[in-house]
């Protein structure tokens, strides 16, 4: 058999929300290495005989270390099984799929990338906002709020992030938010700016938060929640009060407001 690797993006966790072509390569796989944030129901569609490996990586916790990840799709993929790294969101968003790639190159092995609904999208659908709102906001843009260290990113963009024109979805931001908003403040973004904290989007567990940049800021200074999260600020659709809403379902209990 010929050695190839699949990397097919999860989605945001709800497993409705896969592509056909994720189900089909996860019912003929082999060998499945998953991600935290993609295990979970998406796992229940692979094959019964298929082995499931996880290799997740969650910040400032013990994780796999890519290398041995690397090592993993190589040595599976020579035994000619058919190979899925299992990634959440799409796997192209802020993510390793380019390390990885590179190692596939490296040793000669074919792959393809699949993709998936990002979970920035999934947020959006599941508070009934649109990311982009016609005459407000201008663009949408995709940032991460922490570097490799898990601090706030160095030689940011203010200009940009404080674009009151713009949608922003911060990925792996809890931590940091309160210094970002800092300096989204100080560039001249109104604290009032709305704000929605979207946590465990795509599983049962899943909590939106109506809220503003610093009243969003505070309360993370002070506590901030286990579940991975996102966190979308700017010209979004606006609410009378601040909202919490736990659940799938949450999406339409949203649009009813």
Known sequence: MSEFVSFVS???????????KAVDRLQRADVVLFDDLASGPVLGHAGERAEL??????????????????????????????????????CGIFGRLEEEMIALDAAGIAYEVIPGVPSACAAAAAAGIPLTRRLTARRVQFVTG????????????WAALADPGATTVVYMGKRTFPKLAEGLIAQGMSPDTPALLAEAV??????????TIAALADQLARDRPDQPA???YGPLAETQEEIAICGLDAGAALASI
Do not use: F, Y
């Not at 013990?62 to 969101?89: C, E, F, P």
């Not at 922490?146 to 706030?152: F, H, I, K, Q, R």
């Not at 795509?202 to 939106?208: A, I």
């Open 53 to 90: 490996i996880a290799v997740g990586k969650r910040a400032r916790r013990t994780s796999v270390k890519q290398d041995h990840v690397n090592r993993l799709l190589v040595d599976h993929a020579r035994t000619g099984a058919r190979v899925v790294r299992l990634k959440s969101g799409d």
């Open 10 to 20: 999860s989605g945001a966790g709800d497993p409705e929300l896969l592509t056909l």
């Open 230 to 232: 996102l966190i979308l």
């Open 146 to 157: 922490a570097d490799v260290t898990g601090d706030l990113p160095e030689a940011l963009n």
């Open 202 to 211: 795509g599983h049962p567990e899943q909590r939106l938060q109506r809220s």
